[in-house]
DNA sequence: CTGTTAGCGCTTTCAA
DNA sequence: TTGAAAGCGCTAACAG
């Protein structure tokens, strides 16, 4: 009798032929309360609702999607979780994608662009009804974001975006952001102020590059080749880039960093070469990341609405999810000056 | 004209049917190439692959998963995406997940046991082959989890574990971790230790406390209850507990906090209240957030292997999955002393 | 080696 | 208000 006990615990899922059948009705009935949209005698439907409960049934999402032809999840393709900023914004698509009924698929390209194919191929593979991506700094082109369009794939990117395709983009005013910044340490006296940019493909990158550049000539100040140097976004390479910067012997009253890891890299640097932070060189960085306000000098920084940014990207996508005819745009959204002791 | 037009383009997507239709073979033999374990001609076989390339097939997942009855989809529920430990451990949940062929389907519970609730619900609706859970901090009971158990549902524990279900658990030696670090603190010259400890309900609460009064009892100093205080994690926690503890006027030269977070909190009030750290009270934390390297002073802590618990919760659940038979485990991983110079 | 057939669990006409 | 039946795209006997 032990086997039949094992039977019975491997019972299968109960399906809405399993409760039709416990109440000797049609599985049509059992669907039509499961829908109720429909008209249901009050009574049966009842009955039914109390047997769900009684057999703890679960509807089958993949029987429904199938037959539904959607599957109400969204894939997201993010270049890592770790990175503050998207920690954050998924964090902003979840709780939106939850609140509108949808699920996310979530995948991690580690900043290479093969894991980043393979990562939408497997996500359409599960049928999601859109994508949500955020590209990997190693994509030199675009053609995998082009083949999405062809086909007619709801996709929103976020944060790094890049291509001209006919895709809804939600990122920050990084000319808007960088300018601000820039121009908030000429008031406070710097003329000879280096930039370390980010990956020369990604838009955020370039556009930060201009609001710098705009701040200086708004300024008189002439643009300097030698004080920009572009980085990769990692705190080792902040360091790098700030050893190579010093080594160049320029004079340099202040630096500014694309990002905040970059721009920690920087000031450790700094501090072991025996540099005053900001007297003898002022620090500045962009994304305020949490560590921002724990180190010492605090880093004077541009925050992002990382969060916001998710929510705006998530609600964007399953708008058009809805309504394919719904028109690409873009959400550009506003960056704040974060004054702290660095600068 | 323009109707046809738009027909065209909302081309539905091509199945194997229509790929066996243009072959003038049957959809078996197309699904056999797809298999590609049954014997199939050579020669159909590279007519079918390169019609699928052509026609830019895509498996449809929904109803393999629907036949097969299983979905290759991990669902995961933490408390939030940007708590620093949670996005390490999802980023090797992700990364082990999808090297062994699974999709990894997340959601928060934002520290909220209802959303909790409703996560899980969502999840198995999904009909994902199993469950990976980190609980929230205020699931003050499990009974959710032991339905799941009732459910026969393959689900691993991870870091906030509770409870004495028959599911495997994965977490760092909590015991041995705060042991390590009172002992160091000792070491240094401490006695009158502090210890602000996390939400009563997670059992790494409470290893911590066994950890320290172990301890403490081992080098002859006796515990004092109105050094222990609970908090809930956050840096405005860790605030107000090292405020309530400088107002009861207690002899106190060390503090050890249950997490960073908790930790960064105290250094700040004890900077605000004119201590010096660690001269006139000495700070140590436990996880090892990006943060503590940055702060000043550096903060002392416990370093977990964050990512190394996503790779092991992952792999054991997918063992699980695989093998329904497969024993519940306890994988419990090393912490590491990280010395900076707060402690 | 290949085709036919019967479902997987659910929704949704169409009739009654 | 309900039931019968077809079918979503795919897999896997079974038969040839």
Redesign the pocket.
């Known amino acids: 009798m032990v086997y039949s006990l094992n039977i019975y615990e491997m019972k299968?899922?109960?399906?809405?032929?399993?409760?039709?059948r416990e109440l000797?009705?049609?599985?049509?009935?059992?669907?039509?309360?499961?829908?109720n949209?429909?008209?249901?005698?009050?009574?049966?439907?009842q009955k039914v609702l109390d047997k769900m409960q009684q057999m703890n049934?679960?509807?089958?999402?993949?029987?429904?999607n199938?037959?539904?032809?959607s599957t109400s999840v969204i894939g997201v393709n993010i270049p890592a979780f770790d990175i503050p900023f998207y920690s954050q914004a998924i964090s902003g698509i979840q709780n939106e994608a939850a609140r509108q009924g949808y699920n996310i698929l979530t995948c991690q390209s580690n900043e290479d662009v093969n894991t980043e194919l393979k990562n939408i191929e497997t996500l359409l593979a599960s049928q999601v009804d859109g994508l949500l991506i955020s590209i990997s700094k190693t994509a030199r082109n675009v053609m995998h974001l082009l083949e999405l369009q062809r086909n007619n794939i709801p996709v929103v990117l976020f944060n790094r975006v890049a291509g001209q395709m006919d895709f809804s983009k939600v990122y920050v005013n990084d000319f808007d952001g960088a300018h601000k910044m820039v121009n908030y340490l000429i008031g406070k006296g710097h003329k000879k102020i280096a930039h370390i940019a980010g990956p020369g493909n990604l838009s955020l990158s370039k556009n930060r590059i201009e609001g710098y550049k705009a701040s200086l000539k708004a300024h008189g100040i002439s643009f300097a080749e030698e004080l920009l140097i572009e980085g990769d976004f990692s705190f080792a390479d902040g360091a790098r880039c700030m050893n190579e910067l010093l080594d160049r012997q320029l004079e340099i009253d202040a630096i500014f960093c694309v990002c905040d890891s970059m721009a920690l890299g920087c000031m450790q640097v700094l501090k072991q070469r025996g540099y005053r932070i900001p007297k003898d060189i002022a620090v500045a960085g962009y994304t305020n990341d949490p560590a921002a306000e724990y180190v010492d000098p605090g880093l004077t920084t541009i925050a992002q609405p990382s969060y916001q940014i998710g929510v705006e990207a998530a609600a964007l996508l399953i708008r058009k999810i809805k309504n394919p005819a719904y028109p690409r745009q873009d959400v550009i959204l506003d960056t704040e000056l974060i004054i702290r002791n660095s600068a």
Not at 13 to 20: K, M, Q, S
């Open positions: 299968t899922p109960v399906t809405i032929l399993d409760i039709a000797g009705i049609s599985k049509s009935t059992v669907s039509r309360v499961l829908q949209t429909y008209d249901v005698n009050p009574e049966t439907r049934y679960r509807p089958n999402m993949m029987a429904r199938l037959k539904k032809g």
